[in-house]
């Protein structure tokens, strides 16, 4: 599948199967992410894989937004690891952690499987309640799985604004 084959083919998949996930297939979308660039290649990412009966419990308590995947994803990353932007008011940690969570998505989509980019969740809450280090934030939740069988897009999915509405150039 080329890019734009791949890039239309994702969407948020609001409906899990309950098949399990493959470790070959985890493992490639995993090593999809660490391929990910990162301000001066800082890699500050940490990427937990959220499978337990445990963890998804955790997950559940964090998000209504699991949609019945059996794998959650949490991009975290190390707050000391980061680009400082010049003016020190703001880093790359948020946009590291995107960076990874798209490669995420684009390697499960390449491999069969879908996703969901989760941000209803109180960040604070869900590293408190995985038990992170004090140095990480939790940026991105990504659901993980094969799709259930009557899943499908959102009616909106394929409504894009045209490109004169998004781009400027100057």
């Not at 949490?74 to 000391?80: S, T």
């Not at 590291?96 to 995420?104: E, F, G, N």
């Not at 959102?154 to 400027?168: A, D, F, G, I, M």
Request: charged content about 25%; aromatic content about 8%.
């Amino acid at each position: 599948m080329d890019f734009f084959e791949l890039a239309k083919a994702r969407y948020s998949c609001k409906k899990f199967s309950e098949k399990a996930v493959e470790e070959d297939k985890l493992t490639k979308v995993l090593e999809g992410g660490r391929l990910a660039p990162t301000a001066k290649n800082s890699q500050p990412q940490h990427i937990y894989v959220l499978r337990s009966e445990e963890s998804l419990k955790i997950v559940d308590t964090l998000t209504p937004c699991r949609y019945g995947a059996p794998v959650v994803l949490a991009v975290a990353h190390n707050k000391q690891s980061v680009f400082e932007y010049p003016g020190g008011v703001y880093n790359s940690g948020a946009e590291d952690a995107a960076i990874v969570a798209t490669h995420l998505v684009l390697a499960a989509k390449e491999v069969g499987l879908d996703t969901c980019w989760l941000n209803f969740f109180d960040p604070d809450k869900a590293k408190a309640e995985l038990g992170l280090p004090d140095n990480e934030m939790v940026t991105i939740l990504l659901d993980l799985g094969y799709p259930d069988a009557t899943a499908k897009p959102l009616p909106n999915h394929e409504s894009r604004k045209p490109l004169s509405e998004t781009v400027t150039y100057r």
